[in-house]
């Protein structure tokens, strides 16, 4: 084992030298090491039992059971979260006093289970409370570099983390259907076990587990990454469940030479308390007749992890193979003539006739992404009509993913562009989020509202905060549309900075909802 000089590091060099952009794959340890008391699994069994008045040594007693006859560690869970739903269902006349009014009317609506709300709000982004550890944000700084510099993250986690530390830097993808999207502007964000912000999506019921075992897009789209990209691990164990399923699924589709030339591409770091060096190993994971083998990182250093990963450096940044895959698009998309549209590598254009080429490169064409995001919400913030909603529309054809916070119910758009996939997709998306939002913590005076909300702003709160308290008193119609939109113009002047909150884009978003 080397120490000391990072670069010396024998299996990060291996992926240092091929210059390939690196995926993540993170699960719950990562959320656990930076969030005060997010809970593992068997804690958020037990916490789910005592919220719906069950004595967790039942699903202790439970565990050990299922364990004595044989099931695996997840099985057990899997089955404990059957029962837990089983039960709360069962008593569902007094557990419906957990929920409010517009979450009640939202399950209604959407047919969505109010155990999955339950479950959802457990992880609710408001709650999230990171730990004082000054090493613990200083690992987390760094981890906002990297974020620019990968490939795509997969996590298993249900909640928001990630994109709470990442922001516009990347484009969570939730829904199955939408996992061959292509972003052009943010790296892409795989929720594989679904998100709280889309209850129904969550996997956690053995039911929910053997449906999510069917779904085969998950697995070409891992055999796509893992086909282009070192693949690094961080929070699984060595023995965690959902890793192996989905290994297991991706050495079935690969032969055993393709299978020995992943061995340098996937390496886990392994959680080893108080260890700062790094103990490099090799772990080898049958799967029938054929076997795996993954690099492993034991350490406690993920300072050094983190700064070891920012050390990629590709040939391009991610950031510019998606600009030049973006202004190749475009160029090829507003000729004249009839072109199709081909993204790909340069080595498969031999075959390609000189007239069905076009390449272009270089900073002197203009970037298609005209209308940034960041410009359209300061546009519809401040009035200033500096795009025409045709201008927006186009844009969002090549430029937009409809789970952004835009302020697109600004523009006055014809009905057969309301009609469009992505349009329809984005309003639909917004109105089930304004109508699921959660304002427990909100405190405000119901009296002289703008005087009293004004006064609350000047207190130290948090941009979220900000952003909540002037939410709610908009949708309570206790200050009018130009009342509302003055205040965030007040916060937007008193921090510029507040443009990167998802929570300010929502409350600019939200001005023309109503």
Sequence with gaps: MEKKNITNIKPFNIILGKKRLPSLFIGSGFSKRYIENYPNWIELLDNIAEIIGLNSAIIHSMKA????????????????????????????????????????????????????????????????????????????????????????????????????????????????????????TSAELYKIHGSILAPSTLVFTEEDYINFDQRRLT?????????????????????????????????????????????????????????????????????????????????????????????????????????????????????????????????SFENRESDEVAVALGSEIESPNKYPAKNIIIDVLKRENRYTPDQIYQWTLTHFNPTHWIPLFYYKFTKEQNDSEKIKCFKSKKRKDFKAMNFDKVLVTKTNAVAQIEKELKKSLKPLDKCLLLMYNYLELRLTKDEFRNLLIKLYEEDNKILNETAFKKAVTLIDYL
Excluded: W
Aim: with cysteine; glycine share 4%; net charge neutral.
């Design 65 to 184: 059971n299922l364990l004595s006859q044989g099931y695996t560690e997840g099985q057990a869970n899997q089955k404990i979260g059957s029962y837990l739903k089983t039960e709360f269902e069962n008593n569902l006349k007094e557990n419906i006093k957990l929920f409010n009014n517009d979450e009640l009317s939202f399950s209604k609506k959407e047919n969505i289970s109010l155990f999955k709300i339950l479950l959802a709000k457990m992880f609710k982004s408001e709650t999230l409370n990171l730990k004082k550890e000054s090493y613990l944000n200083t690992e987390l700084t760094i981890f906002k570099e990297l974020v620019e510099k990968v490939k795509c993250i997969f996590t298993t986690n249900y909640d928001v983390f990630i994109e709470y530390l990442a922001g516009d830097k990347i484009t969570p993808i939730i829904h199955e259907s939408d996992y061959f999207y292509s972003s052009f």
């Design 219 to 347: 697995v070409a789209k891992l055999l796509t990454v893992v086909a282009e990209s070192p693949i690094i691990f961080i929070g699984y164990s060595l023995e965690d469940e959902n890793i192996r399923k989905l290994l297991d699924d991706l050495v079935k589709c690969l032969t055993i030479k393709q299978i020995d030339d992943l061995k340098n591409n996937l390496i886990l770091i392994d959680f080893k308390k108080c260890n700062k060096d790094f103990e490099v190993g090799t772990m080898v994971i049958p799967f029938g007749i054929k076997t795996l083998s993954i690099t492993t990182v034991k350490t406690d250093n993920y300072t050094l992890v983190y700064r070891l990963l920012n050390k990629f450096a590709p040939y391009a940044t991610p950031q510019e193979i998606r600009k030049y895959k973006s202004l190749l698009k475009n160029l090829i998309d507003g000729n004249d003539k009839k072109i199709t549209t081909v993204l790909e590598c340069v080595s």
